[in-house]
């Protein structure tokens, strides 16, 4: 078979698969024009190979015809795709001109047997067996050239005047058609110039075709107003701006724009480059790293919810930024957020006035039971404000990991119950005068045990469990020694909880410092003496030398006590 035969059945069953599949892969998703196209394209390459297998003259003029019914239409066809790819508003008088010139060059080859005016005689020729049909072109013909010049003038001034377009039309668009254009115009300037026998329409018409149904495939992705139609709801409270994988702008709808104007500056198929706003510098992070969030923006009087998901449309996944007017649920979230805070602040004011309450409720108790034994007056505050200063003092430090601001505020808070269990002891040994007999100091050293039982009993619905634990324990373990010989239990070194260690030094200082019924106050000097040479028997070693730098501070506490 002659090679120029393999060409047209090729151009022809070509066109015609491609009609096939734009129906099975487009459907009704683009324009009539386009399927006109397809069957206006494949009904040429049909009459240019039924003219090369044609055995008589009568044939030959019928596939002519079936020939003209495609090439007369598939120009004007051409451009009304041109114009939906490249959003161009071409004047209806064009269209309707060029079309009426198409149906008038069909009409003029169907009347060969009546007029001379299109084709002046037709005969054919045979060669190497193919059929090759010889015309005598009539004046009218001369409209051919014209309609074929006219309309590919057209379709360069759509393709080149979209470039100016490029917030709209994406250059590799424009650039394609352009490509498809001149190629097609180069495969006829070659037949010309080689006098080659066989025509290059087909062949340029399967380029056209080709170019055009790939741009179909990729130019849905900018159809924004089809694809809302499919996803989202059309209303002025949405909006959206799609993103091709590689996080290049595809479009957006015009409530998007209407609400973020700089999406107006991005120019399609081009990625983010240099945001100038907060909106696109979000927008260019999620792109950068993809994962659903959502944002929140304010644009005027309104708030907008930014979100991002993923969709497939034509087979490419595309991000989709969905906008939303959120401003009533926002608002309504401000005012629940700012009841809740406000509810929040009213409950820890209350909290803190019960808080408070219990506090003072605890230091009366103590009071009270201070106010039993006449040797400690004062003893309760003394130790609570040493408790606070060595605290202090400790903190700055930072050498105790279990010195937290919390601790240190719930052992001051305990301080005062410390000699709680006193309220359990007689009066008559409470009070004594003098030093204690054997038998009256093991009843003396109960106070520190049933202490801790009267503790746990106020504490035992305390929203706090570890202020509890502390108080308890402060109440337990003061009178416990580093070197195991205190009591009531006999710990020592670290079995001895660190708040009764803390608690010890206080009160042991302020006994030294202070006068009893049974002996006088100690001097600083003499104090603080004893206080470092029980180092390690009596006191944790490390405590102790701590407690030693804060003698200033205590020396001028106890001095304003003297002074009042």
């Known amino acids: 078979m002659n090679p120029i035969i393999h060409i047209y059945n090729f151009a022809f069953f070509y066109s015609l698969f491609l009609i096939i599949l734009a129906a099975v892969v487009f459907h009704n998703k683009i324009s009539i024009f386009y399927h006109m196209l397809f069957i206006s394209i494949t009904l040429a390459c049909l009459g240019f190979l039924q003219t090369a297998c044609a055995e008589e003259m009568q044939t030959a003029v019928f596939a002519n015809q079936i020939l003209y019914l495609g090439a007369s239409f598939a120009p004007i066809l051409m451009v009304m795709c041109y114009t939906d790819l490249c959003r161009f508003n071409l004047k209806k008088i064009l269209l309707v001109s060029a079309l009426s010139i198409a149906v008038v060059i069909f009409i003029c080859t169907c009347t060969i047997k009546y007029t001379s005016l299109y084709y002046k005689s037709l005969y054919i020729i045979k060669d190497n067996g193919i059929t090759f049909l010889k015309k005598k072109y009539g004046i009218l013909h001369n409209l051919y050239y014209i309609y074929i010049a006219g309309t590919n003038i057209i379709g360069f001034f759509i393709a080149i005047r979209s470039f100016s377009k490029k917030h709209e039309v994406s250059f590799i668009t424009s650039g394609l058609l352009i490509v498809s254009m001149i190629l097609s115009a180069l495969c006829y300037g070659l037949q010309q110039v080689f006098g080659w026998k066989i025509s290059m329409v087909p062949v340029s018409y399967v380029i056209s075709e080709t170019m055009i149904f790939l741009l179909l495939a990729r130019i849905r992705l900018y159809d924004i107003k089809k694809i809302s139609t499919r996803y989202f709801d059309e209303t002025k409270s949405t909006g959206f701006m799609i993103f091709n994988k590689k996080g290049k702008y595809l479009g957006s709808d015009t409530t998007a724009k209407l609400w973020f104007p700089e999406i107006l500056n991005l120019k399609l198929d081009c990625s983010i480059d240099n945001p100038s706003t907060e909106f696109l510098k979000t927008i260019s992070l999620w792109l950068?790293?993809?994962?659903?969030?959502?944002?929140?923006?304010?644009?005027?009087?309104?708030?907008?919810?930014?979100?991002?998901?993923?969709?497939?449309?034509?087979?490419?996944?595309?991000?989709?930024?969905?906008?939303?007017?959120?401003?009533?649920?926002?608002?309504?979230?401000?005012?629940?957020?700012?009841?809740?805070?406000?509810?929040?602040?009213?409950?820890?004011?209350?909290?803190?006035?019960?808080?408070?309450?219990?506090?003072?409720?605890?230091?009366?108790?103590?009071?009270?039971?201070?106010?039993?034994?006449?040797?400690?007056?004062?003893?309760?505050?003394?130790?609570?404000?040493?408790?606070?200063?060595?605290?202090?003092?400790?903190?700055?430090?930072?050498?105790?990991?279990?010195?937290?601001?919390?601790?240190?505020?719930?052992?001051?808070?305990?301080?005062?119950?410390?000699?709680?269990?006193?309220?359990?002891?007689?009066?008559?040994?409470?009070?004594?005068?003098?030093?204690?007999?054997?038998?009256?100091?093991?009843?003396?050293?109960?106070?520190?045990?049933?202490?801790?039982?009267?503790?746990?009993?106020?504490?035992?619905?305390?929203?706090?469990?570890?202020?509890?634990?502390?108080?308890?324990?402060?109440?337990?373990?003061?009178?416990?020694?580093?070197?195991?010989?205190?009591?009531?239990?006999?710990?020592?070194?670290?079995?001895?909880?660190?708040?009764?260690?803390?608690?010890?030094?206080?009160?042991?200082?302020?006994?030294?410092?202070?006068?009893?019924?049974?002996?006088?106050?100690?001097?600083?000097?003499?104090?603080?003496?004893?206080?470092?040479?029980?180092?390690?028997?009596?006191?944790?070693?490390?405590?102790?030398?701590?407690?030693?730098?804060?003698?200033?501070?205590?020396?001028?506490?106890?001095?304003?006590?003297?002074?009042?």
């Not at 028997?537 to 405590?543: A, C, G, I, N, V």
Request: proline letters at 3%; a negative charge; charged letters at 30%.
């Open 288 to 564: 950068e790293e993809f994962s659903t969030r959502i944002s929140y923006f304010e644009c005027g009087e309104k708030i907008i919810g930014a979100r991002i998901y993923d969709l497939v449309e034509f087979g490419s996944k595309v991000h989709v930024i969905f906008l939303s007017d959120d401003t009533q649920i926002q608002r309504y979230t401000k005012l629940i957020e700012n009841y809740k805070n406000k509810l929040e602040e009213d409950v820890e004011k209350k909290t803190e006035k019960l808080f408070k309450i219990q506090n003072d409720i605890l230091i009366s108790m103590a009071n009270i039971v201070e106010n039993r034994d006449n040797n400690t007056g004062g003893h309760i505050a003394r130790t609570s404000d040493v408790v606070k200063i060595f605290v202090q003092h400790l903190i700055e430090k930072e050498k105790y990991p279990e010195l937290t601001e919390e601790f240190s505020e719930r052992i001051i808070k305990a301080a005062p119950l410390h000699d709680f269990g006193k309220i359990a002891i007689p009066d008559l040994i409470l009070n004594k005068p003098g030093k204690f007999e054997p038998e009256e100091y093991e009843i003396m050293k109960l106070h520190s045990a049933k202490g801790a039982v009267i503790v746990n009993k106020i504490l035992n619905n305390a929203d706090d469990p570890a202020f509890k634990n502390i108080a308890v324990n402060v109440a337990h373990y003061h009178h416990e020694k580093w070197n195991g010989q205190g009591y009531p239990e006999g710990l020592k070194e670290n079995e001895i909880p660190f708040e009764a260690r803390i608690m010890a030094l206080a009160d042991v200082f302020d006994a030294l410092v202070s006068r009893r019924v049974y002996k006088d106050s100690f001097d600083y000097d003499k104090a603080f003496k004893i206080v470092e040479e029980s180092s390690g028997s009596h006191f944790d070693p490390e405590l102790c030398s701590d407690f030693l730098e804060c003698r200033t501070i205590l020396e001028n506490l106890y001095s304003s006590y003297n002074s009042n």
